[in-house]
């Protein structure tokens, strides 16, 4: 699961069944081999998430004393720190990392009771609230989350369905099921359990027209339409036999998007759990498979170092990232 990959994921009756037929991908048309630039950085210490705002790299930090890091773009010098950990006013005894991103430099974050939208000002190098929405005990594991409107927040948790997302109308105070069924691969799978099993991470395209996720269990890829319609359902063909539950691995590790294409980084190896450091045999993800929005694979960009953190600039020029072993850095990577 993801949870043992990024030590904090909470993501990660009879299966339902798809009705979009899954496409095996067996090779990609182009294979290109990168190389990264390492830039030192003040104040990281395990960044488990990260997004190119329109003037800042935002992280999100699971270790360090404050919960978010701002780098500014322009020379990737470090801006500042915000939220501190604790029960004080202003603090915030946890956060999702997966936070999501809404435009300029606002973004949705997930707290303990809470989701709070919120602003960084570059210049006043402050964070501001600018809006607070507190979520029924029933989405305690609301997690994953994006919006595709002003309304309604989608995500993943625990609550059970046989749908893939979890809707929660911000106006309505009310929760239902989004998306289409589970993917079927063939075996029997508890509704209680169907999230668990399938854990996944999403990213949405800027329009916002449509979204996509990636699975950390299976080699499984889907594209979705804004109405939550699948679009299509890839599965990269790695040998892996999906109902046999000792055949478990670390498949997709993070998923990134522009308008143009979707970047979805892989690892595709045996999972084994690492401790609350970040230590252990950890398996690396060396991989970036980029696919266009109709689900035909483009190329598989090979990397010269592994990443835990990424994300794609919007003219899908390169690449940002950071792993566990590199502390006070970051990784550029040019595509083009």
């Not at 395990?46 to 978010?68: G, H, P, Q, R």
């Not at 936070?99 to 006043?124: A, D, H, P, T, W």
């Not at 929005?293 to 690449?319: E, M, V």
């Amino acid at each position: 699961m993801r949870l043992l990959y990024l030590l904090l994921s909470l993501v990660f009756c009879n299966c339902t069944s798809s009705k979009t037929e899954a496409t095996s991908i067996q090779k990609f048309p182009k294979k290109v081999n990168l190389s990264h630039e390492k830039i030192q950085t003040p104040n990281l210490y395990m960044v488990a998430n990260m997004k190119l705002m329109e003037d800042v790299l935002l992280i999100a930090d699971i270790k360090s004393d404050k919960f978010f890091h701002a780098i500014e773009l322009s020379n990737f010098s470090y801006l500042g720190s915000y939220i501190k950990r604790g029960n004080g006013p202003n603090e915030e005894v946890y956060i999702n990392p997966f936070f999501s991103y809404l435009k300029g430099n606002k973004f949705l974050y997930r707290g303990k009771s809470s989701i709070k939208i919120v602003e960084i000002n570059s210049k006043k190098n402050e964070l501001n609230i600018l809006e607070k929405i507190n979520i029924p005990s029933e989405l305690f594991n609301f997690q994953h989350l994006f919006c595709l409107d002003t309304i309604e927040i989608l995500g993943v948790g625990d609550y059970p369905r046989n749908k893939e997302f979890i809707s929660y109308n911000r106006l309505k105070k009310s929760i239902s099921e989004f998306g289409p069924a589970f993917p079927d691969i063939g075996i029997e799978i508890s509704k209680e359990m169907k999230n668990a099993y399938f854990g996944k991470i999403i990213s949405i395209k800027p329009d916002r027209k449509k979204f996509a996720a990636v699975h950390d269990r299976f080699p499984i890829f889907r594209i979705y339409k804004k109405s939550g319609e699948l679009v299509k359902e890839l599965r990269y063909e790695n040998g892996q036999d999906f109902k046999d539950m000792n055949d478990v691995r670390l498949n997709f590790t993070g998923i990134k998007t522009t308008n143009k294409y979707i970047y979805t980084l892989y690892c595709g190896k045996e999972n084994v759990p690492i401790d609350i450091n970040g230590q252990g045999d950890r398996p690396k993800s060396t991989e970036i498979f980029v696919w266009d929005w109709d689900g035909n694979p483009i190329k598989r960009l090979i990397l010269d170092i592994d990443l835990f953190a990424f994300d794609i600039s919007p003219d899908d020029s390169y690449i940002i990232g950071s792993n566990l072993e590199s502390l006070n850095a970051l990784y550029k990577i040019m595509i083009n």
